[in-house]
């Protein structure tokens, strides 16, 4: 073991066995000091890592000064643990500075929606995804979070206003933003989070739509895709006769359809519960196709995570099937309408929740259609003229008696 070496009052060194600095032998510094009767060693390092005789002789010079005026640190402990403490200050201000400036779209692609496809359902975090590239990464993304006050929201609803989209789709769409800022506020970013009703984005009273379509015009709109896409047609097919949502039908694997007991399931629903729906005979009939078309062996299936339904080119629909609007706007289905009476592919839920109303109890229509209150139930139920008409004849049928001594009454108070 090296010899230690005093080279100046309470510095000392011992060199390396072996290796070298600077053409000698490598030294380690160390102060050795006397306090309160108790000596005290503490090392400083290694010449080779850039310590010198003259650093330590300022440290414990410095040292000195704080035990005579009693301020300061106390020993190299203490001065390390206050120079660490000063470097994490600083880094902590350098990082809350830069978090400041931080941006929209900056906080959208490294923290927000990464968070968002690892906790949400894919039909979610892809319309958020939509909201952030069509909306609010062109208005507010080169804007820091910290910064967007109510100038700025008021610039976006004015922007979402003159594109012409509705109130829900303003409400949703702000929804998307104030979701970012909360995570934002979650994580420590002074960030100002406002109501919808204070950007004015609140739901709308009134938003259920009005249309349904009609035997005629479903029969229009089949003949029409199967003309220009059958794989549109099957698409649509598919939702006429299960009552699905869009993203149900999209997201369909072919490990929820059961051909031998002529169910499909609908996994990961809206309510997040699994539906199980029965297959009517054309739509057996139509996977049987599928499956023949796709030629496997008799006894394969399909992966069971592929999807049922795709496009020309063999990938998944992402949106509405442009051939479906197509056909739509062609049959001219939309002319002179107002938007809540207009087609969408949600249009093809309510036609057949209307349908199965007249024939199930519902407790068995909202089993089918994946619903838990009531209210939502009487949302989607649209009323049935012809069974009013009906009613209605029998009403003015019982009244017949009634209506002669009406007539009397009348021709009496006239005489009178």
Known sequence: MARWVNCSKGV??????????????????????????????????????????????????????????????QSLREMREAEQGKARAARA?????????VTLSAYWTADFFPHAQRTKKSCSWAKEEQHFRHWLGPELGGTPLVNIGMQHWDALMQTLHKAGLSQRSREYIAGTLRRVLRHAQDRGLPVLVPTGKQVGATAPLNNRRLRVLTPAEKEQLLKALAHRDPRTWR??????????RLYEALGLRWSAVDLEATVVRFVDTKNKDTRTVPLAAPLVEMFTVMLEELDLGESDRPAANARVFLNERGKAW????????????????????EPRDRVSFHTLRHTTATELAQELDIRSLMAFMGWRHVAMAARYIHSNEEAQRAALVGLERRLKPATGKVLELRRWSQES
Not at 43 to 61: K, R
Not at 318 to 337: I, K, M, Q, S, Y
């Open 12 to 73: 000392r060194y011992r060199e390396h066995e072996t290796r070298r600095h600077n053409k000698r032998a490598d030294r380690y510094y160390m102060l050795t000091y006397k306090r309160d009767g108790k000596t005290t060693s503490e090392g400083i390092g290694w010449a080779s890592d850039g310590h010198t005789q003259a650093e330590a002789e300022d440290l414990i010079e410095t040292l000195r000064k704080n035990w005579r005026s009693g301020t300061g640190a």
């Open 93 to 101: 201000e350098r990082e809350a500075k830069t978090r400041q400036e």
């Open 235 to 244: 698409l649509v097919h598919f939702a006429m006769l299960t009552g699905c």
């Open 318 to 337: 992402t949106a509405v099937p442009g051939v479906f609007l197509a056909a739509v706007r062609e049959l001219g289905f939309n002319e002179g309408r």
